[in-house]
């Protein structure tokens, strides 16, 4: 078992999902220790106005991701390969174009989590 920290919300309160990856944290986890997955093109940690840039406190459903690897549900929801811990199924919103920019030259590609655009 790994003692690496996993994406699991410390507490309900003031919970976000990570627009690119749909990671759920709380405000604090996404500042203190970025995203578990996607810190390295976003750069969150110690960002406050990142991370309420690139997070969304509005998002629908949750899965709790325990096998990254092997799961089916994982792999509809293209989040196979992340690390292990709580998702969003659906995250509302849209990443700022600027941050998409900052993606695409870091050859990066942003796909909206939010199943609600199509």
Known sequence: VSTQSTGVPKDLNNIRACMMCSLLKNTEQFILDGCDNCD????????????????????????????????????????????????AISVMGKMPSHIQRELERQGRKYKSRDLGIK
């Open 40 to 87: 390295q093109w976003l750069s969150l940690k110690n960002n406050r106005e990142r991370v309420l840039e690139c997070t969304s406190p509005n998002y629908e459903g949750m899965i709790s991701l325990t096998n990254p690897d092997e799961s089916w549900v994982a792999r509809w929801q293209g989040i196979r390969g992340l690390v292990r811990g709580m998702y």
